[in-house]
């Protein structure tokens, strides 16, 4: 749900790209955006565009603008991975602005994003190929021991994670 600090569990398409950066880190081919003064991600439940990336007037914004705009000048915004959630279409209150994103240090939790230290970022975004079709998994341990043979994800025993 909108706001309320935990990540959604489920299966996520992985969307574009958003950087500060007029590139992608050498090595990287997935499409991207580099975000302007005018780029605001909609987390407004009665906005038309709600969940979805939109470019404004920056010099004439409209309310909403200063709240959910991307380029915040924050370094761990400098990379944006979108995930997919809730996406197709989105449904208001059910959760908008979902994102891989630089973490701010290995305690501090997200508003509901996965977060990461900038250099496994990176190696993400060097990784990713959109003939692939990516996808995130995100699921509470009890799920992902349920699936993981199933759905060919990673080991657990492996990972470190559980």
């Known amino acids: 749900m909108e706001h309320d600090h935990r990540a959604p569990a489920g299966v996520f398409r992985i969307g574009m790209i958003y950087t500060y950066d007029q590139s992608l880190p050498p090595g990287a081919t997935y499409p991207f955006h580099t975000v302007g003064e005018g780029d605001a991600w909609v987390d407004d439940i009665h906005n038309p565009h709600y969940n979805e990336h939109v470019i404004v007037d920056a ?9 959910q705009k991307m380029r915040r ?16 279409p989105p449904l208001p209150g059910y959760g908008s602005a979902i994102f891989f994103h630089i973490r701010r240090g290995p305690t501090r939790p997200s508003a509901g994003c996965t977060t990461m230290a900038e250099k496994d970022l990176l190696d993400l975004i060097r990784w990713l190929r959109k003939s692939a079709n990516p996808a995130y998994v995100c699921l509470p341990q009890s799920e992902y021991l349920n699936y993981w043979k199933v759905w060919q994800l990673p080991n657990p025993a492996s990972t470190g994670l559980f």
Do not use: K, M, S, T
């Open 59 to 67: 010099r004439n914004p409209p309310p909403w603008f200063e709240r």
């Open 73 to 88: 000048g924050d370094f761990a915004y400098r990379w944006l991975v979108e995930i997919r959630h809730n996406a197709d």
